[in-house]
């Protein structure tokens, strides 16, 4: 259906110069990728993302809020580990990725690495209760 750019939200418009350099820049450092996307765009772009590297060579580095896009890395991780990955373009191992959680200290920022096993999941806990909402709000009964 037709549409006037200024009635389809405010994240595909930004979404659009994201999804330009990363088809034509072999090398982006990319600010929240994910801001005011709806939650399945937030893990289709994780999808993009992959698909650059994997066709085009392209080295992606992201910083993001956005347990979504994260958690979609970790599936394709998965899914290739155990050969159930549905295109070529999703192949995606753990060696391939890297996430790091910056951490304001007095003295200056800890940057801690947090590993990825070659099954999709992470082998360290997130630093002070980062993605841990999702369980409280899921599994928590206080108030």
Known sequence: MPVN???????????????????????????????????????????????????????????????????????????????????LDYQLKAEDVAFFFFDSQEDGTEIVELRVSADGEFLDRWPKGFFAEREAELFSDDD
């Open 5 to 87: 750019f200024n009635e389809v939200g405010a994240g595909i418009p930004q979404i659009i110069p994201v999804l330009a350099v990363g088809l034509l820049s072999p090398q982006s450092f990319i600010e929240q990728p994910e801001l005011h996307l709806h939650p399945k765009l937030q893990t289709e772009i994780g999808d993009f993302f992959v698909t650059c590297m994997n066709r085009f060579g392209h080295f992606f580095v992201l910083e993001t809020h956005s347990e979504h896009l994260a958690l979609r890395l970790l599936r394709r991780i998965r899914e290739t580990t155990n050969s159930h990955i549905k295109h």
